[in-house]
């Protein structure tokens, strides 16, 4: 089950092909590690992506992972997007995020609780068209795939 997401991995008119998920815990060990020990100095910025750090709890583990993810905003609100590179498949954390939407964010040297939801019917070609300027990938990653990808709103809490 791999827990990261990252801009670049899949899709590129490669229907369901994923890097292999040793690698990427990896590299996803080591932003985490980098971000975690600089504020964000190391590892928020990506090329032109903005990455933010999402401290969840596994649906069926109970287990705490944190996960590396471009992400946009809406206002105050962040926006993620499961689309795991246009697999057939969400991401793990998508599904944990279901279960357990009561979750917190490091963004930068900032660390917030916030909920988590899917965008609804009405909102999700904004906030979509929000996400690909984020990383234009996206849409490429919804044309591979048949499921519908979901884009997350992260709501902070007061």
């Known amino acids: ?3 990261e997401e990252h801009p670049g991995q899949g899709g ?13 815990k990896i590299v996803s060990a080591s932003h985490v590690f980098w971000y975690r020990l600089t504020g964000g100095l190391i590892g928020h910025r990506l090329g032109p992506t903005r990455t933010l750090l999402l ?24 926006l993620l997007v499961a689309s795991k590179g246009g697999s057939a498949r969400h991401p793990a954390w998508y599904g944990n995020l279901v279960a357990n939407p009561e979750v917190e964010v490091q963004v930068g040297s900032r660390r917030m609780q916030v909920r988590a ?14 996400m690909v300027r984020e990383w234009p990938g996206y849409d490429g990653y919804q044309r591979n795939t048949d499921r519908e990808i979901p884009v997350v709103v992260l709501e902070p809490r007061s």
């Not at 590129?12 to 990427?24: C, D, I, Q, W, Y």
């Not at 019917?121 to 929000?130: F, G, H, M, T, V």
């Open 55 to 78: 401290h969840h709890v596994g649906s069926r583990s109970g287990k705490r992972y944190t996960t590396p993810l471009t992400y946009g905003q809406d206002g105050e609100n962040f």
């Open 12 to 24: 590129g008119g490669t229907r369901g092909v994923e890097p292999p998920a040793g690698l990427l």
């Open 1 to 3: 089950m791999t827990q």
């Open 117 to 130: 939801r899917s965008a609804s019917y009405q909102e999700k070609p904004r906030l979509w068209s929000i």
